[in-house]
């Protein structure tokens, strides 16, 4: 398919100027909060329209299924649309049919209209990450500069996970289950109308006359098949028949695709960046970070709402420290852009991840508030400065003309760490209970004869098993952690990364 391209007789103009450019980053922010903010509210509404449908918990399970796998493998493909047509174009696109996906959505009538009207708003959410990262490097050329509007724009998807739960609890109390996806209208016309009004359209100066549609094609049916397993192995057992037919559809897609870019003019993941070993260290440091973070801290609301009792707004409060610490944090790391290596400010930021993440190892049903918020906050803190530093050197070390293509395999490289992360923990969660139970029992004696305290014995047998089973798993996540801290101390970062021009078009 013939796409249009840049003229190359178009005058480039300014990326942004000192007044408009950071407006840019209050857009993109508003866009990434506002498609983050709807995946964590959805979640709080499921009860409701589990009841409301008439389905059951399984079946509302593909609501979240759905988005996942549509979000998964739209990423690369708007990455390489975003290169060649035009970012501006592209992320508009995106926002519009995001808000037209979210009323849809907030007017779906069962299951099926529901899932279909998700994949809408994942499809058209997709759009948001390669684009915006792409518009925040070249409108924010400065090094130091770039990695503190990277960093920031990084910690708005933090926050819209603290206050998705506080926003949409509320919301649905009040308004109904409806209302987490009709609210997207008025903040999603604010942010296009922001888009128009700041952002200033580039394309890459590099000519592209085919889209990698095959490409596009067999890469989203293996990471179908990947985030479908992902998600529902534990679900299903990881050696079961679905997971090894999903496995096999993986490695059969992945080889055709390897197969189509080693051979297309213009692929949509361009393998030469797997050369570049700046690239390839801080995305291995990215998907240890992502894995165990996932892994560890997809368990604080099941643990907090299981043993301490808390609720879901409850749990909400527990989280809001760790936003205000990455807003704070991410600062920090861009300011230290040009005086500290990259690989020194990601080893420490990631140590002190660790060391947060580490301290959750200590969890018990008599630990208070602060044992969660202390925890959290050091593991933001950590996570915030280093996050700057991290994105800044995919945008750095990469031709400008295809950094929306290599931002969109950071954030595949991230979304599916992280869903690796989930898997891997929940499962480590499920036979550590069971080993431990099993452990217990055999070196334990019940002497009592009333059933009654013989079940209460029983139970706290079981307790004993869960909390030191979460224990383990969130050391196991420390541990990953501090190997990522290793692992950034490989990054080296060329001092002579020259970013190629940009074409930019005034509107």
Same mark, same amino acid.
């Given at each position: 398919?013939?796409?249009?391209?840049?003229s190359?007789?178009?005058h480039p103009v300014p @990326?942004?100027?000192?007044?408009?450019?950071?407006l840019?980053l209050?857009?993109?922010?508003v866009g990434?909060?506002?498609?983050?903010?709807?995946? &964590?509210?959805?979640?709080?509404?499921?009860?409701?329209?589990?009841?409301?449908f008439?389905i059951?918990?399984?079946?509302?399970g593909?609501?979240?299924?759905?988005?996942i796998?549509?979000n998964?493998? #739209?990423?690369?493909?708007?990455?390489k649309?975003?290169?060649?047509i035009g970012?501006?174009?592209v992320?508009?696109?995106?926002f519009v049919?995001f808000i037209?996906?979210?009323?849809l959505a907030?007017? *779906?009538?069962?299951?099926t209209?529901?899932?279909?009207?998700?994949?809408?708003?994942?499809?058209?959410?997709?759009a948001?990450?390669p684009?915006?990262?792409?518009?925040?490097?070249?409108? #924010?050329?400065e090094? !130091?500069?770039?990695a503190q509007? /990277?960093?920031?724009?990084s910690?708005?998807?933090?926050?819209?996970? +603290?206050?998705?739960?506080?926003?949409?609890?509320?919301?649905?109390?009040t308004?109904?289950?409806?209302? +987490?996806? /009709? +609210?997207?209208l008025p903040?999603?016309?604010?942010g296009?109308?922001?888009?128009?009004?700041?952002?200033?359209?580039?394309?890459?100066e590099?000519?592209?006359?085919?889209?990698?549609?095959?490409?596009?094609?067999?890469l989203g049916s293996?990471?179908s098949?990947?985030?479908l397993?992902?998600?529902k192995?534990?679900?299903?057992?990881?050696?079961?028949?679905?997971s090894?037919?999903?496995? *096999?559809t993986v490695?059969?897609?992945?080889?055709?695709f390897v197969?189509i870019?080693r051979h297309h003019?213009?692929?949509i993941?361009?393998?030469?960046?797997f050369? %570049?070993? @700046?690239?390839?260290?801080?995305?291995?440091?990215?998907?240890?970070i992502?894995m165990g973070m996932?892994?560890?801290?997809?368990?604080?609301? %099941?643990?907090?709402?299981?043993?301490?009792?808390?609720?879901?707004t409850?749990?909400?409060?527990l989280?809001?420290?760790?936003?205000f610490?990455?807003l704070?944090a991410?600062?920090?790391?861009?300011n230290?852009?040009?005086?500290?290596e990259?690989?020194?400010?990601?080893a420490? *930021?990631?140590?002190?991840?660790?060391l947060?993440?580490?301290l959750?190892?200590r969890?018990?049903?008599?630990?208070?508030?602060?044992?969660?918020?202390?925890? /959290?906050?050091?593991?933001?803190?950590g996570?915030g400065f280093?996050?700057?530093?991290? &994105?800044?050197?995919?945008?750095?070390?990469?031709?400008q003309?295809e950094?929306?293509? @290599?931002?969109?395999?950071?954030?595949l490289?991230?979304?599916?760490?992280?869903?690796f992360?989930?898997a891997?923990?929940?499962?480590?969660l499920?036979h550590?209970? =069971?080993?431990?139970?099993l452990?217990?029992?055999?070196? *334990?004696?019940?002497?009592?004869?009333?059933a009654?305290?013989?079940?209460?014995?029983i139970?706290?047998?079981?307790? !004993?098993?869960?909390?030191?089973?979460?224990?383990?798993v969130?050391?196991?996540?420390?541990?990953?952690?501090?190997?990522g801290?290793v692992?950034? /101390?490989f990054i080296?970062?060329?001092?002579n990364t020259?970013?190629? =021009?940009?074409?930019?078009? =005034?509107?």
């Amino acid at each position: 398919m013939d796409l249009p391209i840049a003229s190359p007789h178009e005058h480039p103009v300014p @990326a942004g100027s000192s007044s408009t450019r950071w407006l840019v980053l209050l857009t993109v922010m508003v866009g990434t909060f506002l498609g983050r903010l709807d995946q &964590t509210i959805v979640n709080l509404a499921l009860p409701k329209i589990i009841n409301d449908f008439g389905i059951t918990v399984s079946a509302a399970g593909w609501i979240a299924t759905a988005y996942i796998l549509a979000n998964a493998i #739209f990423v690369p493909v708007w990455g390489k649309l975003g290169d060649t047509i035009g970012r501006k174009k592209v992320y508009i696109i995106g926002f519009v049919v995001f808000i037209i996906g979210s009323i849809l959505a907030g007017l *779906s009538w069962n299951l099926t209209s529901m899932i279909a009207f998700r994949i809408i708003q994942a499809i058209a959410g997709s759009a948001d990450y390669p684009t915006a990262m792409a518009i925040l490097a070249i409108t #924010f050329r400065e090094g !130091k500069e770039r990695a503190q509007a /990277l960093g920031i724009w990084s910690a708005s998807f933090a926050a819209a996970t +603290v206050f998705g739960p506080l926003v949409g609890g509320p919301l649905i109390d009040t308004f109904g289950w409806r209302s +987490v996806f /009709l +609210v997207n209208l008025p903040v999603g016309i604010v942010g296009l109308l922001m888009a128009l009004s700041f952002i200033k359209e580039s394309t890459s100066e590099k000519k592209t006359s085919v889209f990698d549609w095959w490409g596009a094609l067999t890469l989203g049916s293996a990471l179908s098949a990947l985030v479908l397993v992902l998600d529902k192995g534990l679900e299903w057992g990881w050696l079961s028949t679905n997971s090894i037919i999903a496995y *096999s559809t993986v490695l059969v897609f992945m080889a055709v695709f390897v197969a189509i870019e080693r051979h297309h003019p213009d692929p949509i993941i361009d393998f030469k960046f797997f050369r %570049i070993p @700046a690239f390839v260290h801080t995305l291995n440091n990215n998907i240890i970070i992502f894995m165990g973070m996932m892994g560890g801290i997809f368990l604080i609301p %099941i643990f907090v709402q299981t043993f301490l009792g808390y609720d879901a707004t409850q749990s909400g409060y527990l989280f809001m420290p760790m936003a205000f610490m990455m807003l704070i944090a991410a600062p920090i790391g861009g300011n230290l852009t040009g005086k500290v290596e990259p690989r020194y400010v990601i080893a420490a *930021s990631t140590l002190v991840a660790a060391l947060g993440i580490s301290l959750f190892s200590r969890l018990d049903p008599r630990s208070g508030p602060l044992d969660i918020i202390i925890p /959290l906050s050091i593991m933001a803190f950590g996570l915030g400065f280093g996050m700057p530093q991290r &994105t800044n050197i995919i945008a750095s070390v990469v031709p400008q003309h295809e950094i929306g293509v @290599a931002s969109s395999i950071l954030a595949l490289a991230r979304n599916i760490a992280g869903a690796f992360g989930i898997a891997i923990f929940g499962t480590i969660l499920q036979h550590t209970t =069971e080993a431990r139970l099993l452990r217990i029992s055999m070196w *334990s004696t019940i002497h009592l004869t009333n059933a009654l305290d013989y079940r209460r014995a029983i139970g706290l047998m079981i307790l !004993k098993a869960q909390v030191a089973s979460y224990g383990d798993v969130f050391a196991i996540a420390s541990v990953l952690l501090g190997i990522g801290a290793v692992s950034a /101390l490989f990054i080296r970062v060329p001092k002579n990364t020259s970013p190629h =021009e940009e074409v930019f078009i =005034e509107s």
